[in-house]
């Protein structure tokens, strides 16, 4: 059994913005390439790009982890090399992957292996077989128990990391075709279309509906974990893994953020309920499902489902404001049209580009050289800033639903 005083924060993200918005909370990042990801809209990161990244991840003290965990068909077997060659080459910390085509091209290749989620290991004897193939971490099912982690742990060397926040699919560990049998896009290959979270309705033989239980009944609830901090830590757990490759910036903030805390506040002894509570609220406050612990203290009935909300049961929403058309380094300000809507002094926006990911209040605006509480859409303002900003980077505003 390997047990860790201090877990791992491990964030998944998408891009520079991403990795901008977590790294002061973050231990280490996940992401994936244009290749072989299961997330397929991710795409911001080539293999081209791959070693400009990881070397900006590394310089902000993080570890690189890059996921190469779709389904490795006959026709794509020479993707696997490509990436793996490229992943080689970047210097990443870990590749994590459950496709043996793959676990032997990393292991030629020199490089750590983290075993994906992919793999559905439910017990020591796979954790263990995984092992001898040289991986050091295992992802483990997330349709296990925190009991059956811990006994898991007790029998196997190998590092345990589970999720502890994010989107839970309605299959097990990932393993869906209901996107494929719709739709034609298999979600095995990263494409999943999230039938899931569609309306549904239940229907007997005879056509009838057989029952009524809300519109979304496939859609599963949000992993949250804050307020079982003390047992994952208790269970050996090594690393605890934040689902978030398709979240916008202010999610990946606003998670690894409380987590930290909350990893921290355990550690330090001053974990509180009121501490848990106010994580709860901030968390409650960023796109999310609704929350459940998901299969940690057991098999969730409908408490694990959101049926009658839909993609977003979050109490606060990002609004379209405008876009950046200039920034003045030396003023500390950005000229912003507003395309969308008007903003005033006060309210709390985002800006986010490719590069970009700043969270702040209106301090002061200007508009047509005179100093104004409020300016509106077709406006063209200056607004002071807290960071650096770029042209085509986007303007919203974070209100109450």
């Keep these: 059994m390997r047990k860790s005083s ?81 992943a080689s080459n970047a210097g990443v910390d870990a590749v994590i992957a459950w496709d043996p085509a793959v676990i032997l091209r990393a292991r030629k290749a020199g490089l750590r292996i983290h075993i994906s ?51 839970m699919c309605m299959a097990v560990s990932g393993r869906c075709h209901l996107s494929a049998y719709v739709l034609g896009k298999s979600g095995n290959c990263g494409e999943c279309t999230q039938p899931c979270r569609w309306e ?14 809300g519109k979304y009944l496939l859609s599963a609830k949000d992993l949250c974990m804050i307020g079982h901090i003390p047992e994952l830590l208790e269970a050996g757990i090594a690393a605890f893994k934040v689902e978030g490759r398709l979240r916008d910036p202010g999610y990946l903030e606003m998670v690894s953020r409380c ?40 098999v969730p009935g409908l408490e694990g489902f959101s049926p009658e909300k839909g993609m977003n049961a979050s109490e606060k929403q990002r609004r379209a404001v405008g876009i950046i058309e200039n920034y003045y380094t030396k003023q500390q300000a950005a000229a912003v049209r507003l395309l969308e809507e008007g903003i005033s002094v006060g309210d709390e926006i985002v800006i986010e580009g490719n590069t970009t990911y700043l969270r702040q209040q209106v301090r002061s605006l200007r508009n047509k050289g005179e100093t104004v509480e409020r300016a509106e859409k077709g406006d063209m303002v200056g607004l002071a800033v807290e960071g650096t900003v770029r042209k085509n980077d986007r303007v919203f505003r974070i209100q109450l639903k």
Excluded: M
């Design 6 to 86: 201090k877990p791992e924060l491990l964030v998944g993200i998408r891009n520079l913005s991403g990795l901008k918005a977590c790294s002061g909370y973050a231990d280490a990042v996940y992401f994936s390439t244009d290749r072989l990801s299961l997330r397929a809209k991710a795409k911001e990161i080539t293999l081209e790009t791959l070693d400009d990244f990881v070397s900006e991840v590394k310089t902000r003290g993080l570890k690189a982890y890059l996921a190469v965990n779709s389904t490795v068909n006959e026709d794509r077997l020479g993707d696997a090399s490509d990436v793996i060659a490229a």
């Design 200 to 213: 549904w309705e239940l229907h007997g033989e005879n056509g009838l509906v057989a029952a009524s239980l």
């Design 117 to 167: 989620t992919q793999a559905n290991i439910t017990n020591h004897e796979t954790a263990n077989f995984y092992r001898n193939l040289g991986a050091e971490r295992i992802v483990l099912s997330r349709e296990l128990s925190l009991e059956e982690i811990r006994k898991i742990n007790q029998q196997t060397e190998v590092e345990i990391e589970t999720f502890v926040h994010g989107a």
């Design 259 to 298: 987590y930290r805390e909350a990893i921290d506040a355990c550690i330090e002894g001053n974990y509180t309920p009121e501490k848990i509570e106010a994580w709860r609220r901030e968390l409650a406050s960023v796109y999310n499902r609704g929350f459940s612990t998901g299969f940690y203290f057991g």
